[in-house]
């Protein structure tokens, strides 16, 4: 999209803060108007975030008009809604590149502009970061304002509360802006919301407290009386906050050490920056409380957050997402019509996911055994243990999470299920290049954290067939097990009827000479490719742990060479798992690995990231020959 000045005068004069902190004050409702009409039409034809962006445009704009940023620090949880700020931090020009390799990053990203703090992508850290910056500016005496945004259900993540609990010990002067939406991804789940959502849906409170603050500003003060009472202002006041905290959740906060403000209304931009005016100077923790609307100003994207959360290039002024029909389902798809599937004949299977129901390929189960589907919030830690809870009780959990989140649960993954070596399946998605969201989301790490905790099983199908059949391997079997799979679409195979395959069973599928390639996942179509073209063996593992030693023995009496395959980090990978088993049986052998480097990951679609990396068929044809002419 070419930026047109005419269309959007006061965006263009507003490309850094100090440019924006010039229009006045009555304008800035205009200046709204703008970008979010910019956002909209420019998310639209480069595809991203959308939803979240559009509900904070107002605080964007009314926190770089009261902060010196970037001197001062603003912090984004999680990033979703960072388009404004990106915008309005001196990339207006570059967002049409965003989430694309070599574009300007979907989140807030420290190596791209001095104005993002902090490099994020998980939710829920913006406080425990702000809180060290506080801690920081105190000691180094900089008078740098904090200030941090938490909203898209991350507030619901222990996190968040264990950061406002040792702020309110230590008390640095920060600030932490509640963006209170009612969604994460999904819809909030979990009691703090609920309480929310209940007591803050009409006006009823601010109409009490408003009407309360009236009559204490005509009340006498008695305090000189000369009968000995208390002030009466002294007495209404704490039975304002008594009545106030069974009404709002201040008393929470409060009971954290922070002073709360709000609700207050997140679309009324010169009521926004005069609240943090008024909070910039104060001492100690602040909490802002502001209620906003997911998507707002674009009424498809209102109706529907989830689907609009975050999008594909799509017509603006029809207000519809493409209905692109793919000839074959997503991985998800496939483990949601699985579960289905089992949960039908076994009442003992339960489902699990820390906030992630659409993604995961959930929705079906959750409408259709709605009392066996667990949305826990973004709580990653707590779905795993609660998941162990279940298992104890003799239930079968299956708890569905991306790999990059489940990375937040390696403590309860080792100590609460594999240690007491709990029936917990963990279906695993987004295993491997996930794409466009870079560094943070990719799936580049499972196979090697969980590789070297004993007790638990790893699978790794490479089609949709295979992920079946090892779901239901995993189900069944009496310990903890992971099955992992990728993003994206399957090959279209026949799906085969449901049974446990046999655990630590590998499959060949060619047999040829010299080379042998051995697979793990869904790159065997590109191996496929190259193992015709090189007449080699290929043979798909299936198992991570427990490997096939017997088939590897069988491979070292007549190849010269053994190629391990997998998209996650060679390093600890399942090519690790071959090359320590060869060396432990005092076994030599040429062998190549071919997977992730040690880099993370950047933004970009999943086949250009392949290629890029040589994970492609051209790519792993080339690192086969190189290799096998310097045996």
């Given amino acids: 999209m070419v930026f047109d000045p005419n269309k959007y005068p006061l965006l263009a004069n507003a490309k850094y803060p100090d440019a924006l902190k010039k229009i006045p004050i009555d304008s800035l409702n205009q200046l709204s108007d703008e970008l979010r009409d910019f956002l909209l039409h420019s998310v639209s034809r480069s595809s991203g975030h ?78 425990s970061a702000a809180v060290g910056l506080a801690i920081a500016s105190r000691k180094l005496n900089t008078n740098k304002k904090t200030v941090c945004v938490i909203g898209d259900g991350a507030i619901t993540a222990g996190m968040a509360f264990e950061a406002m609990n040792h702020a309110g010990d230590i008390k640095p002067d920060m600030l932490v802006i509640l963006n209170d939406n009612e969604m994460s991804i999904s819809e909030n789940v979990g009691a703090l919301n609920n309480h929310l959502a209940k007591l803050l849906s009409g006006d009823l409170y601010s109409r009490l407290r408003e009407s309360g603050k009236k009559v204490l500003d005509t009340l006498p003060d008695l305090s000189d009386s000369p009968v000995p009472l208390p002030p009466l202002k002294h007495i209404i006041k704490k039975t304002e906050e008594h009545v106030k905290g069974m009404v709002v959740p201040s008393a929470l906060f409060e009971e954290l050490g922070f002073h709360y403000t709000g609700p207050i209304d997140g679309h009324n931009v010169e009521l926004l920056v005069s609240t943090l005016r008024s909070l910039k100077e104060k001492k100690g923790p602040q909490l802002l409380h502001i209620m906003t609307k997911k998507g707002k100003g674009y009424a498809p994207a209102e109706n529907d957050p989830i689907r609009f959360h ?32 089992v949960a039908e004949k076994d009442k003992s299977i339960m489902a699990i996911t820390p906030a992630m129901r659409e993604g995961s390929g959930l929705v079906r189960f959750s409408e259709q055994f709605k009392d066996r589907y667990f949305d826990v919030a973004i709580a990653e830690q707590h779905s795993v243990t609660f998941a162990a809870g279940l298992a104890i009780a003799g239930l079968k959990p299956v708890v569905a999470i991306y790999s990059t989140f489940l990375q937040r649960a390696y403590d309860q993954v080792i100590h609460d299920v594999a240690i007491q070596n709990l029936p917990v399946l963990f279906a695993i998605d987004r295993g491997g290049i996930v794409g466009s969201d870079g560094q943070t989301h990719q799936g580049a790490f499972d196979l090697s954290f969980l590789r070297c905790i004993p007790n638990i099983v790893i699978m790794t199908p490479s089609d949709e067939n295979e992920c079946r059949l090892l779901l239901q391997t995993g189900l069944y079997h009496n310990g903890p097990a992971a099955v992992r799979y990728p993003r994206g679409n399957g090959l279209g195979v026949e799906l085969a009827p449901l049974a446990p395959l046999e655990i630590g069973k590998a499959n060949k599928i060619r047999s040829g000479k010299k080379i042998a390639i051995l697979n793990f996942g869904t790159l065997k179509s590109q191996a496929m490719v190259v193992a015709d073209k090189l007449d080699a063996t290929l043979v798909d593992m299936r198992f991570v742990k427990p490997l096939d030693e017997s088939c590897i023995i069988d491979l070292l009496n007549d190849h010269l060479l053994l190629v391990t395959l997998e998209e996650n980090a060679i390093a600890g990978g399942a090519g690790s798992a071959v090359s320590e088993f060869l060396h432990s049986q005092n076994f030599h052998t040429s062998i190549l690995h071919i997977g992730l480097t040690d880099d993370f990951v950047p933004p970009g679609e999943q086949d250009e990231i392949r290629q890029m990396l040589g994970l492609d068929a051209k790519g792993i044809e080339l690192k086969i020959v190189a290799a096998f002419n310097a045996l």
């Fill in 310 to 341: 975050a999008v594909p290039q799509f017509n603006p002024y029809e207000g519809l997402l493409p209905k692109t029909k793919p000839k074959t389902k997503t991985y998800s798809e496939i483990f949601g019509d699985w579960l289905c599937e």
């Fill in 50 to 127: 959308f939803a979240s962006g559009l509900g904070v445009v107002e605080l964007t704009i009314a926190l770089h008009y009261v902060y010196n940023t970037p001197y001062d620090y603003l912090i984004w949880d999680v990033g979703h809604q960072a388009y404004p700020h990106k915008i309005l931090t001196g990339r207006l020009d570059k967002i049409s590149s965003i989430r694309k390799k070599e574009g300007i990053h979907p989140f807030p990203w420290r190596e791209e502009s001095e104005y993002d703090v902090l490099s994020v992508g998980h939710s829920s850290t913006s406080i």
